[in-house]
Structures are given as C-alpha cells and as structure tokens.
C-alpha cells in the first residue's frame, strides 16, 4: 500500500537559516504530492503540491521538487524565519484513492 | 466560503457518555473525512465518505459512527467516551481528483476523564 515517510523532528534552527525537511514516498503509479503546514492551535493547509515527475511545487519560499527516481519530495527554503515554526506534513495521493496517505509530521522550531 | 466548520472547538466528558462533533463545509466537496491526532503519532484516519450516504473505515473506527445524510454534514459519533478518546479531531473535504488539496477544518479538543 501507499505509505510515506519523514524525517523525525523536531527540526531545530536559527533564524536565516536553510531548511531541509526529508520525504521519501511509496506508491503504485504517478501519484500527486502534497506539503501541508500545521500552525499552533490550527489545522492543517496546503503548503504546496507537485502532480508529476519533475514538477517542482513552490509557496512562500518553500519548495519541493517531485522525484520519482529517489521516490522524494524534499521541502526546502533558503531562509527560516520564527513564523515558518509549525509541524509539516508530506502526503500522497494515488489515482483511485479516496483519501490521502499522510506521513507523520516533522515539528520545526525557528529560534531568533 | 466558510471552508469546513467543525463545533464544538473544545469539549470535556466524562467517561461513558456521548456526544456528536459537527463538521460542514460549503465547497460541495464529494469527498469527507475524520482524522485524530495524537502527539508522536501524526494523523490517523477514522472515517471517510465519498458522497452522501456512503461511508467506510478508516485506520481506527473503533468506538466511532458516522453517517452523511448531506453533502454538506458530516457528524462523528462517539457513543460511550473513553480516555483513549481523548485527542484532537479534524474534520477535512476534497473534490473528486488524484490532485486535488484536502481542505481541514480548525479541529476539536476532547478531553474524556
């Protein structure tokens, strides 16, 4: 089945500094991905989506780039900043699936 | 729009007794679904509906009912609260495609002593 699988937080750093946030994916087929942001006390939101190979998915500095050779969908920004703090989940969706497959979420903490 | 809309935002009961979240939304969503979240044990699927009237299990149904008489409604009973309940509940719709976002609502806190 579907699964995804992310790096274990929480991921701790300094203000200006770069973000990376692993995901690795395993599906059947080309499914679409998906990084949702999780603020204290809220729901969670679309951060940003990529559906195909190559795609490149692109929101408020962040970015991901959809991978299929390494199954990877990385979130990255180039410069951190105290209101980026919150949890990040990768997700999937494959053609059929009614419900997205979440990973686990990785809590970020931005000190100033 | 609204967006989806979940009550209460926060709730305590005690153990043995039920009570209904309400979640709606208004984007004429095909697809709905409830979620738990658990400290260290991210989001956790309970139910979900692909239309009114069709409902299925998710990852831990246990100890919960739904029904979707609506599009729009999408209530999650729980019929006799236990400790293990205790968490925070999300409510979430989406269109009909492999590429389309899920939309949550704000959550609900419960607490059962």
């Known amino acids: 089945g579907d699964s995804v699988t992310q790096m274990e937080g929480p991921v701790t750093l300094s203000e200006e500094a770069f973000l990376t946030i692993n995901c690795t994916y395993t599906a059947t087929g080309y499914p679409s991905l998906f990084w949702y942001v999780q603020y204290p006390g809220e729901g969670l939101q679309l951060l940003l989506k990529a559906t195909k190979a190559d795609d490149k998915g692109s929101n408020k500095g962040f970015e991901a780039t959809y991978r299929k050779e390494t199954t990877s969908f990385h979130l990255e920004k180039g410069s951190v900043q105290v209101s980026d703090s919150a949890v990040y989940f990768c997700?999937?969706?494959?053609?059929?699936?009614?419900?997205?497959?979440f990973g686990r979420g990785t809590s970020l903490i931005v000190h100033p | 729009n609204a967006g989806v809309t979940q009550t209460p935002k926060f709730q305590v009961l005690k153990t043995g007794q039920s009570m209904t979240l309400q979640c709606a939304q208004d984007m004429n969503h095909e697809y709905m679904s409830w979620y738990r979240q658990d400290p260290g044990m991210g989001l956790r699927l309970i139910h979900y509906?692909?239309?009114?009237?069709?409902?299925d299990q998710g990852e831990v149904p246990n100890g919960y009912n739904v029904s979707r008489s609506t599009t729009e409604d999408f209530p999650l009973r729980l019929l006799s609260a236990a400790p293990s309940q205790t968490s925070v509940y999300f409510c979430a719709s989406s269109q009909d495609s492999r590429g389309e976002t899920q939309y949550f609502g704000p959550g609900t806190r419960l607490l059962v002593l």
């Open positions: 997700a999937l969706k494959s053609r059929g699936s009614y419900i997205p497959t």
């Open positions: 509906s692909v239309g009114a009237g069709i409902t």
